[in-house]
Nanobody, 125 residues
């Protein structure tokens, strides 16, 4: 069965950086678009970024454009999220997701086929 495992979360000061990783298994990684979502306490899960199967095309939420970068390594079945200039309001559990290319840009949680368990990011002020 498909499994996505995130890592790289932690505590960082405002303005700092973190790099999240998500390793996939049990699915044909290169056949799926990959995305990152986040869920803050008491809020709905929201879209952050998505990347195409070959890694050439990306799409970001307006709130993270210019600060976050999504990338993937199909040889390692891994998708990354580089987060710079982090803000306290971006404290959340960050989830990676896999989906069908037909659901591009996969901004809705119902458009994702597989989810990881999440990794906690805490941004202190």
């Amino acid at each position: 069965h498909a499994q996505l495992v995130e890592s790289g979360g932690g505590l960082v000061q405002a303005g700092g950086s973190l790099r999240l990783s998500c390793v996939a298994s049990g699915l044909t990684f290169s056949s799926h678009i990959m995305g990152w979502f986040r869920q803050a306490p008491g809020k709905e899960r929201e879209f952050v970024a998505v990347i195409s199967r070959n890694g050439i095309t990306t799409y970001y939420a307006d709130s993270v454009k210019g600060r976050f970068t999504i990338s993937r390594d199909n040889a390692k079945n891994t998708v990354y999220l580089q987060m710079n200039s982090l803000k306290p309001e971006e404290t959340a559990v960050y989830y990676c997701a896999a989906g069908s290319p037909s659901n591009w840009p996969m901004r809705g949680i119902n458009e994702c086929d597989y989810w990881g368990q999440g990794t906690q990011v805490i941004v202190s002020s």
